[in-house]
C-alpha cells in the first residue's frame, strides 16, 4: 500500500526549472553509473556514513527489542513503547534538523548527528540496562531522534550535493543502498553475535555503534580536509588537482539570480545584526566592533553622507589605505543607493585626479595619510572631526535605497597604461559572488576572513563583504604586516587566507620560525600559477589547509574557475581548474567561433557573477561584450575532461617567427627550476623573429650562467618558447601591484633602459 502511495505521489512531482536548465544545456549521461564511479571516494564516504547512520538506528530500535526481553527480562509491549515514542518524537524534530542543516550546513549537521550517535552508545545501554521504563524511554527516544534521526533527515540534500545532476541519483544510489544492506541488514546479526561473544554484556555492541558512526566522518571529516581530494590526471590533463565537493546544496546561476535580487549587501550584513548582534564584525588591532555596532554607526554616516549631498545612484570616492571605515563607507552609501569608488593608494596625484574625474563623485573620503587637495567635491578626512560628525548625527531609519542591481562599488582594474578601468560591480554581483564562492570552496558562515591585500582590490573587498553577508568576523589589517597575520592565524578560525606571489616565502618564513598553531585555516592562497610549487606544498603544510587553485578576476568575481584546490603538502605539476558550476564558459578565438579542445582561446563568460560593464566607457564595453558574452582577454586551453589551463592574457602574448608565445608558459616552467624565486617574461625586438621571449628572474644564488636556465627552459618547451636571454633581478626589482600581478610594461622598461646603459 505505501509502495502504491508513493508511486500516487511521484505522478504529480515535476523537474524543477533550475534542473531542467541545467539537463538542456548539459545534456543527459549515457552511463550515469560509470560517471558516478569516477568519483568512487565520495561514494564510498556515502556508503560509509549510511552504514554509521543505519547501523545504530537498527540496534536502538529494532535490535534493542530483543535485547531488552531476552537478556533483560523486560515486557516486549514496554519496549515496543519506547521505540513509538523514539519515532514520534523524530517525526516531529526532522523539519528542525533540516532547519539547522540550511543554517548551519548539512554535511556538518549529518558529521554532527554521527557523532552524537557515537558518543551516546555506551550511555545508551547504561540506561537500558536499569530496567527502568522512564530512562529506557529517554535512551531510545535519544538513540533514534537524537542522533539517527538528523542524519537520516538531511542525507538526501547533502548526498546529491557531492555529485553533478547527471549522475547524482546513481551514485546516491550506488552508496545509500549499499550502506543500508550493509549496516542495516547486517546490524542485528553483528549485535547478536557481539553480544554472545561478550557473555551477554552490550559493551561489544556500543563499540561497533562508535565505530561505525565515526568511519564516515573520519573520512570526510569537516574543515580543510574535506576538501582534499585528488583527482586523477588523464590524458590531456596534465597536474589535474583537487575539486571543493560542493558544499551542502548547491543551486544553479538561475536560483542565485533570484535569491539575490531584491536585497542589498547591506540588507544582508543587517540580518547578520539582527541574528547576532554581539558577534564581533570588524577587527583592527585592539579595536572591535559588532554587528550591533555596525549597524548603528553605518546608519549614522549615511546621515552624514545625505547631508553632504550624496543620493541615489552619486558616487562617493574613497582614498584610504585598509581601516574599519573603509567597509563602513561601503555600508553606509548602500543605505541611501550610492556608489562608492574605490582608489588605488598607490596612484601617484595625478592618477588619483584621474580616476575621480571620471566618475564626478559627489563626495570623497580620504584618510589622513592621503589628504586631497584642490578637488572639486567635499572632501571628508577620517578623523576626530568626522568621528565627532558621525557620533553626533541620527541614525538613518529608512531602509536601504539599494536595490539588487543598483551599483555597490566601482573597482579601478590595473591597466597597462593610461587610467584604469572603472568595473561597475552591482549588489547582485556581489551577493552572487559570496553565495557562489562559500558555495564551492565550502567556506562557513562563521569563518573570518582577514582583509590585509588592498580592499581597493576585488580578492580583498569581495571576500569582506561576502564575510559581513554571512556572519563572520573581518580582520582589517594594513598592509602585509606578518605580525597582525600571525596574531590573526592564532586567534581567529579563517576561511579563506588570502597569499599572493611574492608573500608566500615570507609567510612560510615567518609561520617556521615562529612555531604558532593556527587556529583553523579552511583554505589559503591565490594564483598558484606564479608561485613555486614547494612553496604551495610547505605554505599549506604548515597551514593545514589546501591550496586555492582558482581564476577570476575584477570584472567576474571568483568564477569562471572557483572551484579547485591543490592539497595540503603536494608540489603541483600543473594547474588544471575546474569551472565554477554558477556560470557558463566558452573559449573562442578571435572571430567568436569555439576553440576545440587542447587549443588556445580567449575566455568567454557571463553568469550572474559578472560586473555590470565599465563606468563611461562605451567602447570598451561594446568590445568585451559581444553576443551576450563577456570576453575576459585571458587566455585558456579546455582539456578533454572539462578542465582548463591559463595560458596567458591575450596582450602579453609574444608573436614571434610567426608563432605564439605566451609568458606564463614560460614563466611556469623557470618556477619549476631549482633556485628561482620569481620570473617575469616579456617581448624584445627582434631583426629575425620580429619578437623574442626575454626573462628577468630572481634566483636564490643572486645568479647562476644563463645557459643553465636556458637549458632548463629548452627541455620543457620548444625552441621558439625557450628565451633568449635571462635577466637576474632582485625581489624588489621585480615590478608588482598590490594584488601581486606582475607588471610586465614596468619589466618592458626595466629592459630599454638596461639596453640604454648598454649604449652608453
Known amino acids: 500500500m505505501l509502495i502504491g502511495v508513493a508511486l500516487w505521489i511521484g505522478r504529480g512531482l515535476t523537474e524543477t526549472a533550475e534542473f531542467e536548465q541545467v539537463t538542456k544545456r548539459e545534456g543527459r549521461e549515457k552511463a550515469p553509473v560509470v560517471e558516478a564511479l569516477r568519483r568512487p571516494r565520495n561514494v564510498i564516504a556515502i556508503f560509509l556514513m549510511r552504514v554509521g547512520q543505519n547501523a545504530t538506528f537498527n540496534i536502538v530500535s529494532v535490535f534493542v527489542l530483543t535485547y531488552a526481553t531476552t537478556t533483560l527480562g523486560m515486557s516486549r509491549s514496554s519496549v515496543l513503547a519506547a521505540t513509538v515514542v523514539g519515532a514520534a518524537v523524530a ?53 533514534i531522534a537524537g542522533g539517527s534521526a538528523a542524519s537520516d533527515a538531511i542525507q538526501p540534500a547533502c548526498f546529491t550535493a557531492m555529485f553533478g545532476t547527471k549522475s547524482r541519483m546513481s551514485a546516491v544510489w550506488i552508496g545509500r543502498e549499499g550502506g543500508t544492506a550493509i549496516g542495516g541488514g547486517l546490524a542485528p546479526l553483528i549485535a547478536a553475535a557481539l553480544l554472545g561473544w561478550a557473555g551477554g554484556a552490550p559493551w561489544g555492541i556500543a563499540g561497533w555503534m562508535v565505530f561505525t558512526s565515526l568511519v564516515g566522518p573520519r573520512r570526510r571529516r569537516p574543515g580543510p580536509a574535506a576538501r582534499r581530494r585528488v583527482g586523477r590526471g588523464g590524458p590531456g590533463a596534465p597536474g589535474r588537482l583537487g575539486r571543493v565537493p560542493m558544499s551542502d546544496a548547491l543551486v544553479p546561476a538561475a536560483a542565485l539570480v533570484r535569491a539575490s535580487a531584491g536585497s542589498s549587501v547591506v540588507d544582508l550584513v543587517d ?95 580620504c584618510s589622513p595619510r592621503h589628504t586631497l587637495d584642490g578637488r572639486p567635491e567635499p572632501v571628508l578626512v577620517v578623523g576626530p572631526e568626522f568621528e565627532a560628525d558621525v557620533a553626533a548625527a541620527p541614525e538613518r531609519s529608512e531602509p536601504s535605497a539599494a536595490g539588487a542591481e543598483d551599483l555597490a562599488v566601482i573597482l579601478y582594474t590595473s591597466g597597462t597604461t593610461g587610467t584604469p578601468k572603472g568595473a561597475c560591480i552591482s549588489h547582485r554581483a556581489e551577493i552572487a559572488r559570496s553565495m557562489a564562492t562559500r558555495a564551492e ?101 604548515l597551514l593545514d589547509a589546501p591550496y586555492a587553485n582558482t581564476f577570476g578576476s575584477t570584472e567576474t568575481g571568483c568564477p569562471p574557475c572557483s572551484a579547485g584546490v591543490i592539497p595540503v603538502g603536494v608540489e603541483p605539476t600543473g594547474f588544471a581548474k575546474e569551472q565554477s558550476a554558477y556560470c557558463e564558459v566558452r573559449l573562442v578565438d578571435p572571430e567568436g567561433r569555439d576553440v576545440a579542445d587542447g587549443v588556445p582561446g580567449e575566455v568567454a563568460m557571463r553568469g550572474p557573477t559578472l560586473f555590470s560593464g565599465y563606468w563611461d566607457n562605451e567602447e570598451t564595453n561594446r568590445a568585451d561584450f559581444r553576443d551576450g558574452w563577456f570576453h575576459m582577454g585571458d587566455v585558456l586551453v579546455r582539456h578533454p575532461d572539462g578542465t582548463f589551463s591559463f595560458v596567458d592574457r591575450v596582450k602579453y602574448m609574444i608573436k614571434s617567427g610567426g608563432e605564439n608565445v605566451y609568458p606564463a608558459e614560460i614563466e611556469r616552467v623557470l618556477l619549476q627550476t631549482p633556485g628561482v624565486l620569481e620570473a617575469g617574461v616579456v617581448r624584445r625586438a627582434d631583426d629575425r623573429w620580429g619578437k623574442v621571449p626575454v626573462a628577468f628572474v630572481v634566483h636564490a644564488d643572486g645568479s647562476v650562467p644563463q645557459a643553465e636556465l636556458i637549458d632548463a627552459c629548452r627541455a620543457s618547451l620548444p625552441g621558439f618558447k625557450t628565451p633568449k636571454e635571462i635577466h637576474f633581478v632582485s625581489s624588489d626589482a621585480m615590478p608588482r601591484n598590490a594584488s601581486g600581478k606582475l607588471l610586465r610594461h614596468e619589466l618592458e622598461k626595466l629592459l630599454t633602459h638596461e639596453k640604454d646603459d648598454t649604449d652608453d
Open 271 to 365: 540580518a547578520q545584526a539582527r541574528m547576532h548582534p554581539d558577534r564581533v564584525a570588524l577587527r583592527c588591532g585592539d579595536v572591535r566592533v559588532s554587528y550591533r555596532d555596525l549597524g548603528e554607526r553605518t546608519r549614522r554616516l549615511a546621515t552624514v553622507l545625505a547631508r553632504n549631498g550624496v543620493g541615489h545612484s552619486d558616487r562617493v570616492g574613497l582614498v584610504s589605505e585598509n581601516r574599519p571605515e573603509y567597509l563602513e563607507t561601503i555600508l553606509a552609501a548602500a543605505r541611501v543607493g550610492a556608489v562608492v569608488a574605490t582608489v588605488s593608494t598607490r596612484a601617484t596625484a595625478a592618477e588619483i585626479d584621474a580616476c575621480l574625474d571620471l566618475v564626478a563623485p559627489s563626495l570623497t573620503l
Open 441 to 541: 570552496l565550502g567556506l562557513g558562515g562563521d569563518d573570518a576572513f582577514v582583509a590585509w591585500s588592498p580592499l581597493h582590490h576585488m580578492g580583498a573587498l569581495d571576500n569582506s563583504l561576502s564575510t559581513l553577508m554571512s556572519g563572520g568576523t573581518v580582520v582589517v589589517v594594513d598592509g602585509f604586516d606578518v605580525a597582525a597575520l600571525l596574531d590573526a592565524l592564532a586567534c581567529e578560525r579563517i576561511g579563506w587566507l588570502l597569499v599572493m606571489p611574492g608573500t608566500v616565502a615570507r609567510l612560510v618564513e615567518a609561520l617556521r620560525d615562529s612555531g604558532i598553531r593556527p587556529a583553523g585555516v579552511r583554505l589559503c592562497g591565490v594564483m598558484p600559477d606564479l608561485v613555486r610549487p614547494a612553496e604551495i606544498a610547505e605554505l599549506t603544510t
Open 91 to 143: 517525526c516531529v524534530l526532522a523539519p528542525l534538523y533540516g532547519h539547522l542543516g540550511d543554517r548551519f550546513g548539512f554535511r556538518r549537521v549529518m558529521i554532527t548527528a554521527l557523532i552524537v550517535q557515537a558518543v551516546f552508545a555506551f550511555p545508551f545501554f547504561l540506561l537500558v540496562n536499569s530496567r527502568s521504563m522512564t530512562l529506557v524511554v529517554i535512551a531510545v527516544t535519544v538513540g
